[in-house]
């Protein structure tokens, strides 16, 4: 199932190598281990700089949105099967 959405979600983020790698994603009282970062990349809203992270724990893929002016982060696209 795909869905698309814009949900606040709470990340636990590692930080090393000048990189942002989400590892924990807790969303609708769920809490979701990530394996692995498929893709990451970088887009302008005017001044405002945002990443999106596209991840997976092997069973749904996720892309998460980091809004760099009030560091928060959404759910913007889930895939599950």
């Given amino acids: 199932m795909h869905q698309l959405l814009n949900d606040p979600i709470d990340v636990i983020v590692d930080f ?46 996720m892309k998460l949105r980091l809004d760099t002016e009030n560091l928060e982060w959404r759910l913007v696209e889930i895939y599950s099967e």
Avoid: C, Q
């Fill in 16 to 61: 090393s190598e000048r990189r942002a790698r989400p590892r924990r994603v807790r969303w609708d009282n769920k809490i979701y281990d990530m394996t692995s970062v498929n893709l990451i990349h970088g887009a302008r809203e005017g001044e405002k700089r945002i990443f999106y992270f596209s991840v997976s724990d092997n069973l749904n893929y």
